[in-house]
């Protein structure tokens, strides 16, 4: 069964623009961009196959935890 009911799927949504304060370019919220410029960041001190790993000094390149990546989700969405 789908989290979200069949009503809420059919509707649109619509996001606001993201922008630099000063600029009138939007950002590109283009995903499968973004993506591929995180792992070819992240590949120089990847220690695992894994998507999601620890950018900073201590535990770098390793595996986050399920825990820690669902409270950074809440914190982007907060």
């Known amino acids: 069964m789908p989290k979200v009911s069949s009503l809420l799927a059919s509707q649109e949504i ?4 993201f922008r630099e304060e000063d600029s ?4 590109s919220l283009d995903m499968k961009r973004a993506l591929w410029v995180y792992l070819k960041k992240t590949k120089p001190f990847r220690l695992l196959n894994v998507l999601f790993i620890y950018l900073g000094t201590v535990g770098k390149g390793k595996k986050v935890s399920n825990s820690t990546l669902s409270r950074w989700i ?3 969405i907060s």
């Open 74 to 76: 809440k914190q982007a």
């Open 24 to 27: 009138p370019v939007p950002f």
């Open 14 to 17: 619509v996001l606001s623009v």
